[in-house]
């Protein structure tokens, strides 16, 4: 089990071909299940099938708030609720 296993993290940008999805996939290497969202969706799904099963896809332009609503909305029913990263940063991961 990696270290942030059971965690839930949100990465803005996470994809595209950068440090979104560099960050995103290594958040999902040390266990956590990761939401991304961008405005490109052809981006998010390739990210996704790059990075695999721990990795959920949503839409948007996180300068909307309808938007950001859907993507709290994904984050809530997916019932784990969203974990605070300072303690983790903290550490080398």
Known sequence: MGKLAGK????TGGGT???G??????L???GAH?????RRKTELDEAVEVIGSGV????GDITDPA???RLYDAVRD???GLDDGRAACMEKV
């Open 8 to 11: 839930t993290a949100v990465v």
């Open 17 to 19: 071909r950068g440090i």
């Open 21 to 26: 999805r560099a960050t995103a996939a290594r």
């Open 28 to 30: 999902v290497a040390e």
């Open 34 to 38: 990761v939401f991304i969202t961008g």
């Open 56 to 59: 959920t896809a949503v839409p």
């Open 67 to 69: 938007d950001l609503d």
């Open 78 to 80: 997916r019932g784990q």
